[in-house]
């Protein structure tokens, strides 16, 4: 048993269903401070690693408020593929494997910011941009045949998209700046350390995941719905007392059940 299957077992009751909804809301609400109070995001929000260690912990989670793109257009584009990827991606690993790649990579970035700043005493301001690479990433190698419209027209399998970003991985590298190049090293990092994970943990396909989730949620929903006895009399069941014995009237017009204490003495239904 993986690491994560130990965690599953003990914590995934506590896993952030449709966790990918609220992060688009936060990306909706950070397009927003920008539009409608300019330098609010960085004077109060964005990840600044020394006001964090002079008190201003918020600065952990709202960093997230960053939104993906300026652009209305091209930020409304984004989040609808963000959302479809993520809902997806949470489908075939489930709510807590989904949550523990996300907000690893949420740590890991965060962690960094620190750690560079503590050793090199400058500030470098990280954000969600190879946050979100990375859950395009994991997408490109859990669905590798899946083909989506290059904008919106040309058919292209998610694999030669995914050799597209590690490709833009390298270029962004090459080119950018020092904190640019950690946050790409913590992005894979997280990418490899989880995929090694699931990877040595089964070797299931994706469908056969989603298939397997389907299958367990029909359980529990059938489980739920179940129909218990109930007596027609007094209300109780065998939920609130297993000793109880219940049975049918078959003088009564219906289907009419009614607990051992009312069986013989309940008024029978014409």
Known sequence: ????????RKFGRYAIPNLMRYIIVLYGAGMFLRLFA??????????????????????????LLQSPSTNLLFFIITLYFYYMIGNILE??????R???????GVLGTVLAAIVVYLITGRVYYLDTTFINASLFLAFAFEYPDMEVLLMF?????MKWMGY??????GYSFVTGGFGTRVAILISLLNFILYFSSIVRRKRISPKQMHRRMNYNKAVKQAARSAAHHKCAVCGR???DDETLEFRFCSRCNGNYEYCQDHLFTHEHVK
Do not use: C, H
């Not at 489908?91 to 807590?96: D, E, V």
């Not at 027209?153 to 399998?157: A, N, R, T």
């Open 91 to 96: 489908r075939t690993w489930g709510s807590f």
């Open 1 to 8: 048993m993986s690491l994560l299957d130990k965690l599953e």
């Open 98 to 104: 989904f949550n523990v790649y996300y907000f690893s």
């Open 38 to 63: 300019p330098g609010v995001y960085e004077a109060y929000f964005m990840l600044d690693a020394s006001m964090i260690l002079k008190g201003q912990i918020w600065r952990i989670f709202t960093f």
């Open 237 to 239: 069941t065998d939920e």
């Open 153 to 157: 027209i040309i058919p292209i399998k």
């Open 164 to 169: 597209l970003s590690i490709l833009a991985y």
